[in-house]
């Protein structure tokens, strides 16, 4: 109860939750094949195939830019990077440059 008191009256809502791993969100006629985080896992990349084969990076981040303002958190900007390829040897090597490391083990 005195979390409640604290960020009704005092408006302080304490520090900002870490990332929700747990929700996923969903894309229009593909399926995600993969999600690849950052060490810090505040982003991460959606690996996502449609009945083609097209696969698709899908680039997140952990957004607590209004937390302090009383909106919460939550993931931003699930949009389309402009990557795809048809392999997903491929589609993990370009996901991983999204996040910055270059290097990753499989």
């Known amino acids: 109860m005195p979390g409640f008191f604290r960020r009704f009256f005092l408006s302080d809502f304490g520090p900002p939750p870490p990332p929700d791993v747990a929700e996923q969100p969903s894309f229009s006629s593909q399926r995600i094949v993969e999600t690849i985080y950052s060490d810090s896992k505040q982003e991460r990349v959606f690996i996502t ?10 680039l997140q981040w952990w957004d607590t830019s209004d937390w302090k303002a009383g909106y919460g958190a939550r993931w931003s900007h699930a949009h389309h990077s402009g990557s795809h390829t048809d392999m997903i040897e491929r589609a993990r090597e370009l996901a991983h440059e999204q996040l910055g490391s270059p290097r990753y083990d499989t």
């Open 49 to 58: 195939v449609d009945e083609t084969g097209d696969y698709r990076i899908y």
